[in-house]
């Protein structure tokens, strides 16, 4: 079975500063890999994919994620965080052919500091 | 505008009383998820749907039913509610499977 470990709960960064949230990946085929943003009191929002080819994948507001298969891995990056960044967010891998079955992780919660 | 939509929003019942949640999208996606989210575990996926009448068991499906009958609904069913089924619950819809889900606002239950 999948699994996704995002290893930091918590993560202050000051407003402005760049930001890289963690994702590990357990799965024994070629993965489809999420990211999604939730706000509070909201759903959940896709900032990007990975289903194949280029490994660096662009997302909407500014993030960016790569894809590395030999770590297992696919952290989100964003170069200068801004207040409204702040929410948690949620690596997530799906077992079928795309999003129909997705394990998710248990979320980083992102605090921003003016 | 495109969205999905889920009722209640908020719901306290007892024990045993049935209850459904409804999800409806006007998207004319055909893939439609039920999910639900405790602090500390994530999202986890109860069940999901590929089209109508083809349903499918999430990983955590113990104690609910869902139906898809048409293909904008896509009701969760707690025949049975038991207080370990207080959570945040939410249901996602998409296109297809290498598309973007798009999520309900969520339903919060508690189960007394």
């Known amino acids: 079975a999948q699994s996704v470990t995002q290893p930091d709960i918590h993560i202050t960064v000051s407003e402005g500063a760049s930001l890289e949230l963690r994702c590990n990946y357990s799965y024994g085929a070629t993965p489809y890999l999420f990211w999604y943003v939730q706000s509070p009191g909201q759903g959940l929002q896709l900032l990007l994919k990975?289903?194949?080819?280029?490994?660096l994948v662009q997302g909407i507001k500014g993030f960016e994620a790569e894809f590395k298969r030999s770590q297992s891995s696919f952290n989100l990056r964003k170069p200068s965080v801004h207040w409204s960044d702040a929410a948690e967010y949620f690596c997530a891998v799906g077992a079928g052919f795309g999003n129909e079955k997705l394990t998710f992780g248990t979320g980083t919660r992102l605090t921003i500091i003016p | 505008e495109a969205q999905v939509t889920q009722n209640p929003r908020y719901l306290i019942t007892v024990t045993g009383k049935k209850l459904t949640v409804t999800c409806s999208q006007n998207?004319?996606?055909?893939?439609m998820s039920w999910y639900r989210q405790d602090p500390g575990l994530g999202l986890r996926q109860i069940y999901y749907s590929m089209n109508v009448e083809v349903t499918d068991k999430g990983d955590v499906p113990e104690g609910y039913k869902v139906s898809r009958k048409e293909k904008r609904n896509f009701p969760l069913i707690l025949e049975s509610p038991s207080p370990n089924q207080t959570s945040l619950y939410f249901c996602a819809s998409s296109e297809g499977r290498q598309e973007t889900q798009y999520f309900g606002p969520g339903t919060r239950l508690l189960v007394l």
């Open positions: 998207m004319n996606h055909e893939y």
């Open positions: 990975y289903f194949s080819g280029d490994t």
